[in-house]
């Protein structure tokens, strides 16, 4: 089996203003769908970002793969290498944390070619990762303060403005009904960490067994962190990147028993040590996106293991084959410690057959069929391609996006 051909598709899904410390999300987010198509016939699916830097590194190393053998990664990897040399950074200048072109693109097509091998031998993705130890994967509510859709965007608006702790709980409560999780993270730094504490004693009063989490995007102080730590102690069972940089969070970590989590200040495999000597997270949360595919995942998940670290798992604006992926991943990492995150419910749009994925009690089953389990409605996918050509956009910039809202807005990280 060699690979004959490959096909990067760019799409774009109506989105909704969820709002964070740098700004707020564009009216549509950005994908790239994956065919890797072999001499015997079958197809390996991936999903990727579709923001400009991922995308040319996309279409840069597609008509490189010609030949290449699904099961030899190492080649994968140089082929990538070779491609997109000094190629940098995928994220806008407005993101908090960057992540390698190189190991993006790279992850993108390592899922393909698992995908492919899975189905040459007609077994589970998880499999080719060591096997399942578990089937149903526990996924938490993800909340966001968030604006009305301003006129004319595109795609519903999902519970219209939540600017409020009131509202807040009522987005909590919604969420939980209609897909039974039970844990909530919130997006927080967007505002006053008064107000935000506030939100989190609300929602636990509300939701008195729930796992609670908030995730301000480094945007308070070292000592902002502290008062807050101080106030909701009790409260969550984690905090994730409170301040800007390794160095912050450690001297956080030192002042507090509370656990601190990150997908911001260890996003490589060599922060992982540091981030141990330095005593700065004591959880890592995971994205095959990023860290080198599922493979690199899993990589990530031994170290962790290794060095006393918990496990949890990073999302971005996705559909369901980086789900799919996503649960495999999952299903393969032993030590996951507390539920993944997911922006699944936020969006409406699907581009795998059988439409949108249904959690039961806050879980989603592995799909069991080979490979990742799912196959790609062509349909679907020619219709976000079509709103991809129609909108015109070709990267994310949340802080630019924010001016549309609060005209007088200045971008700024640690706000408080």
């Not at 899975?118 to 994967?137: F, H, M, N, T």
């Not at 966001?144 to 702790?165: H, N, W």
């Not at 790609?376 to 709103?387: P, S, Y």
Request: hydrophobic share 40%; proline share 6%; with cysteine.
């Amino acid at each position: 089996m060699k690979v004959a051909n490959v096909k990067i598709t760019p799409i774009a899904i109506p989105d909704v203003p969820l709002v964070n410390t740098k700004g707020v999300h564009p009216h549509v987010f950005l994908r790239a769908i994956i065919e890797v198509e072999t001499d015997t016939g079958l197809v390996g699916l991936g999903e990727a970002y579709g923001a400009k830097r991922t995308l040319t590194g996309l279409q840069k190393v597609a008509p490189t793969l010609d030949g290449l053998d699904p099961y030899n990664l190492r080649d994968l990897r140089a082929r990538v290498e070779q491609a997109l040399p000094g190629s940098g950074g995928v994220n806008a200048p407005t993101a908090l944390a960057d992540h390698k072109v190189i190991d993006v693109v790279y992850s993108a097509f390592e899922i393909a070619c698992l995908d492919l091998r899975g189905k040459e031998v007609d077994r589970p993705l998880y499999d080719l990762l060591g096997g399942a130890v578990r089937k149903d994967i526990p996924f938490g509510g993800y909340l966001f303060y968030k604006f009305a859709k301003l006129p004319g965007a595109v795609g519903p608006d999902i519970f219209g403005e939540v600017m409020t702790p009131d509202a807040m709980v009522e987005e909590a409560r919604e969420l939980i009904g209609a897909h039974g999780y039970k844990s909530l993270k919130l997006k927080g730094g967007v505002l006053h960490p008064d107000e935000e504490v506030e939100t989190m004693l609300k929602l636990r009063e509300a939701f008195p067994d729930h796992g609670l989490r908030i995730d301000p995007m480094g945007a308070w102080t070292v000592p902002t962190a502290k008062k807050v730590v101080d106030q909701l102690d009790g409260v969550l069972e984690y905090l994730e990147d409170p301040c800007r940089g390794m160095d912050a969070m450690a001297e956080l970590s030192a002042l507090i028993d509370m656990p601190l989590a990150t997908n911001l200040v260890v996003v490589e495999f060599e922060e992982v040590i540091e981030a141990v000597k330095k005593d700065a997270v004591q959880i890592i949360l995971s994205d095959h996106h990023y860290w080198r595919g599922a493979t690199g995942a899993i990589h990530l998940g031994e170290m962790c293991r290794a060095a006393g670290l918990g496990v949890s798992m990073h999302s971005n604006s996705h559909l369901g084959i980086s789900l799919a992926a996503m649960c495999h991943v999952a299903a393969a990492t032993p030590n996951l410690t507390y539920d993944c995150d997911t922006h699944y419910p936020w969006y409406t749009k699907e581009i795998i057959k059988g439409g949108r994925v249904t959690f039961k009690d806050g879980m989603l089953r592995v799909p069991e069929g080979p490979g990742l389990g799912v196959e790609l409605d062509h349909e679907a996918v020619a219709e976000l391609h079509t709103l991809y050509k129609e909108q015109m956009v070709v990267d994310r910039d949340d802080t630019d996006e924010m001016l549309k809202y609060i005209p007088d807005y200045v971008r700024k990280v640690p706000r408080w």
